[in-house]
T-cell receptor, first 116, second 114 residues
């Protein structure tokens, strides 16, 4: 079975600080990887995704993530956070299951608070 | 990406009753899914809503408790039956072109069971 771990449950940063949120997954096959964000009072939105190709992917609002296959990791980064980045961030993995089909599995989420 | 709406956005229900949640998409989509997000937890897939056939349920979820309909490629319903306080959650629908593709999520339905 596939699983996703997000190491930091709560992160507090000051504006302009750099951000890195960890995401590791457990799965032996091909995966598609996603980061979703949920701003306060809003619904879940796609931040970025990796399907294939360049392992460094860029998303909206200056976010990027790097897929490191050997480490089963897909960490999210942003060089300088803003107060408006305060949100909950979810890493998700979509892997091909034995017997066919795919399933999107989410991590437990990281609550990011950016202070002025 | 598709525009997804859910009704109701929130509800407070009594134990033992049932609630049907609707999910409407502004364009035809192949795949529709239903998720649950319990308080303080991540999203868990309940089932895949299949157009014209019975939904495919994940382990731990059964049709009698969560009957799902999908009469066409733009609409699905999830019913939470015989509710108990443990069913208090946010219920979300999502859509995608196929199972491996990006899923886009609706705004969710916040359900409180007293």
């Amino acid at each position: 079975a596939q699983s996703v771990s997000q190491h930091n449950h709560h992160v507090i940063l000051s504006e302009a600080a750099s951000l890195e949120l960890g995401c590791n997954y457990s799965y032996g096959g091909t995966v598609n990887l996603f980061w979703y964000v949920q701003y306060p009072g809003q619904h879940l939105q796609l931040l970025l995704k990796y399907f294939s190709g360049d392992p460094l992917v860029k998303g909206i609002k200056g976010f990027e993530a790097e897929f490191i296959k050997s480490k089963f990791s897909f960490n999210l980064r942003k060089p300088s956070v803003q107060w408006s980045d305060t949100a909950e961030y979810f890493c998700a993995v979509n892997g091909v299951l034995t017997g066919g089909g795919n399933k999107l599995t989410f991590g437990t989420g990281t609550q990011l608070k950016v202070e002025l | 990406s598709a525009v997804i709406s859910q009704k109701p956005s929130r509800d407070i229900c009594q134990r033992g009753t049932s609630l049907t949640i609707q999910c409407q998409v502004d364009s035809q989509v192949t795949m529709m899914f239903w998720y649950r997000q319990q308080p303080g937890q991540s999203l868990t897939l309940i089932a895949t809503a299949n157009q014209g056939s019975e939904a495919t349920y994940e382990s731990g979820f059964v049709i009698d408790k969560f009957p799902i309909s999908r009469p066409n490629l733009t609409f699905s319903t999830l019913t939470v039956s015989n509710m108990s306080p443990e069913d208090s959650s946010i219920y979300l629908c999502s859509v995608s072109k196929d199972r491996a593709d990006t899923q886009y999520f609706g705004p969710g339905t916040r359900l409180t069971v007293l």
